[in-house]
């Protein structure tokens, strides 16, 4: 293995644009690709791109990428000699990246040990805390409503409920008092038991003004840690992101030493490998941080942190999985300018944001100095009603913030879609409102003040 091609050949366990986006970063480093498709992505723009893809089952995500069995067959019958999981689906299962390793193929991502570790939010807090990142104030493992009001008690009102293998606001609840508490966990732990096979439960203090501040990392077999920064995704909807930009209009330079310096001691107390990515909470009235979660693999927003480093995540990824070092140190990390991410998915923002499956009849995206578009659709493209809606990223990067948002704006105005309902005049609202473009956006903002409460 060459410093150019650390490996022959690469499989994709995954679809979509993060599907296409590994499948480029392949092609940069001369490996050939093989990519996993269900019966619904066999025309896919992956299937299409890649050296060879190979259909791993029915369009179900269950009967297909979810299936860590067949995967890993397909890898290995096609000669492939690592695995590239993506995001969502298997990224963050231990026991994908074990069965992985069992089977000769490197995991082109964390060690299952550090997925264990970070997985398990109520552990991840605890390691945190060991290694003196801050946490929001709250409890461990609750085993009842009791306990859950003892809790809340102590910690103060508004508290959250939170599932311990929970992500993407599912097991969440917020308790406003302790009248709250028992339904609460009831409708928490079922939530969180279908989602994630786990209902157990932790309590957490409230943040009524908070921000969600993101740390990407890197980290290799040769004990190198660096971090590229932070990402602002306050812009959320029901916990899921809307819009990332990098860097946060509202973390100055001490905040952001104090936060890449919190990120890089928690990967290296976990031994880190690959692209990750330390979240935090930031509590807009203290100008305080707090450890949220790890997330331990590529992030959808890792766009907006390659666009104003110049670093591309991916390749690094693949890089460090064949045990090579990061290829660059702290001190020759750069942020250049401002960059902003627009999640453009097929849904219908005025009936509530469902889901919006149909035929492209349309599809032009838009070109120009400072975009660029990350996805996996073309004109004629079925979008299927099996998976995420996402249909592209758009990302833009300019000077400076006020000269990104245009620069969005325009590119948006630009992107031609017909034949499905998607987001586009919902993140042109979005953008064009005086607390977005005045930084004044918190989580609950789309929520609470941009949909009144919807």
């Not at 963050?92 to 299952?112: D, N, T, Y």
């Not at 909807?237 to 936060?259: C, F, N, T």
């Not at 849904?347 to 838009?366: H, I, K, Q, T, V």
Request: proline share 4%.
């Amino acid at each position: 293995m060459s410093a150019a091609t650390p490996f022959g050949r690469v499989f994709v366990a995954n679809r979509g644009e993060i599907a296409v986006r590994v499948v480029r970063a392949c092609e940069k480093l001369g490996i050939e690709s093989v990519v996993a498709v269900s019966e619904a992505d066999r025309d896919s723009l992956a299937a299409r791109m890649a050296t060879r893809a190979v259909c791993i089952g029915p369009a179900r995500s269950t009967d297909s990428y979810l299936r860590a069995e067949v995967l890993v067959a397909a890898a290995k019958g096609t000669g492939c000699q690592a695995v590239h999981p993506g995001y969502g689906f298997l990224a963050e299962r231990a026991a994908f990246s074990r069965m992985c390793a069992e089977s000769g193929l490197v995991f082109i991502g964390p060690s299952p040990e550090a997925i264990e570790a970070m997985g398990d939010k109520i552990t991840a807090l605890r390691l945190a805390a060991q290694a003196g990142v801050p946490r929001v104030p709250g409890s461990e493992r609750i085993a009842s409503a009791e306990d859950a009001r003892r809790s809340a008690r102590e910690i103060g009102y508004p508290v959250l409920l939170k599932a311990s293998a929970g992500g993407g606001g599912r097991g969440m609840r917020i308790v406003r008092s302790e009248g709250e508490i028992e339904q609460a966990i009831r409708g928490a732990a079922a939530e969180a038991q279908a989602a994630f096979g786990d209902p157990t439960l932790y309590v957490e203090k409230f943040i009524e003004r908070a921000r969600h501040i993101e740390i990407q990392v890197l980290g290799d077999a040769h004990g190198n840690v660096v971090h590229l920064g932070e990402r602002e995704c306050s812009t959320q909807r029901r916990h899921q992101k809307l819009i990332e930009e990098a860097p946060s209009p509202v973390i100055d330079r001490k905040l952001r030493a104090e936060l890449g310096e919190a990120a890089v001691t928690l990967a290296r107390r976990v031994r880190y490998q690959g692209a990750g990515t330390v979240e935090f909470v930031f509590d807009e009235d203290s100008r305080r941080f707090y450890f949220l979660e790890m997330n331990t693999r590529i992030q959808v927003e890792h766009p907006v942190t390659e666009m104003v480093t110049g670093h591309d995540l991916v390749a690094e990824q693949i890089r460090i999985a064949a045990g090579e070092p990061v290829s660059f140190a702290q001190d020759e990390v750069r942020v250049d300018g401002h960059a902003v991410e627009c999640r453009i998915n097929a849904e219908d923002a005025e009936r509530n944001f469902a889901p919006s499956p149909g035929r492209l009849l349309a599809w032009a995206p838009p070109e120009g100095e400072g975009v660029r578009i990350d996805s996996h659709c073309y004109q004629g493209y079925l979008v299927p009603p099996f998976y995420d809606s996402l249909l592209a990223k758009v990302i833009v990067h300019a000077s400076d913030r006020a000269a990104a948002i245009a620069r969005m704006l325009e590119a948006l105005d630009g992107f031609v879609i017909n034949g499905v309902h998607t987001t586009i005049p919902f993140h042109k609202r979005v953008l064009a409102h005086d607390d977005f473009r005045g930084a004044r956006v918190t989580t609950r903002w789309v929520e609470d003040s941009f949909l009144g409460g919807a």
